[in-house]
């Protein structure tokens, strides 16, 4: 058991970045934190186990509508998968040098091709479906285990598979606590930087 205190520094900051994942008050969140160490990722859980209990509670209609929405439009998307189209489409986006990644500048042209922003929701949730280990760098095993598991084999698909994931994270609690526990372990596993800057 440790006796080392979590100084006010250390305190704030933990309260600033449960506040950042779960949009609670400061007051909240320091409660939540006090009730559980001061350890950000147990207070994270506490807080999305306790919310996923109290709004499944009444939201049977809003779930079985949901349901029936997601069904039919992904139905209309099944197709079979081809892993060589993801094998062909790799070397457009790998390095030059290391093949076996995309560096930060292959990674910002595959984002550009998915015609997203680097600041927008869906690259969270892209590399979080890739399982993107390291920020600013994607290994080519986790592109080609991520776009099987997503059952996309090209970009047009790869865009509206993450599209659809970024509207049901919105009404999702699971989802939602599954995207934020991944995006706040790994903000923390480099700090080096802190998101994808785009130099003019």
């Not at 934190?33 to 009444?58: P, T």
């Not at 076996?100 to 690259?123: A, G, W, Y």
């Not at 698909?157 to 934020?180: A, G, H, P, S």
Request: glycine letters at 2%.
């Amino acid at each position: 058991m440790s006796t080392r205190k979590t100084s006010d520094r250390e305190k704030n900051e933990k309260i600033r970045q449960l506040r950042e994942v779960t949009g609670v008050t400061e007051q909240q969140a320091r409660s939540a934190l006090q009730s559980n160490d001061w350890a950000v990722d147990r207070a994270i859980n506490a807080f999305y186990e306790e919310s996923a209990y109290s709004s499944n509670i009444g939201s049977s209609h809003h779930s079985s509508h949901h349901s029936q929405t997601s069904s039919s439009s992904s139905s209309s998307s099944l197709s079979r998968f081809d892993r060589k189209k993801i094998e062909q489409l790799w070397p457009t986006y790998a390095d030059p040098r290391d093949t076996s990644k995309m560096n930060l500048d292959q990674l910002l042209r595959f984002i550009s091709d998915l015609k997203f922003d680097p600041s927008d929701r869906e690259i969270l949730i892209l590399c979080w479906k890739m399982n993107a280990s390291k920020q600013g760098e994607l290994q080519r095993n986790e592109f080609l285990h991520g776009c099987q598991d997503l059952q996309c084999d090209t970009l047009d698909k790869l865009r509206e598979k993450i599209k659809q994931l970024n509207n049901e994270v919105e009404t999702d609690n699971e989802k939602f606590k599954q995207l934020y526990i991944y995006t706040f372990n790994f903000a923390r596993s480099s700090t080096s930087m802190k998101n994808l800057d785009v130099q003019p």
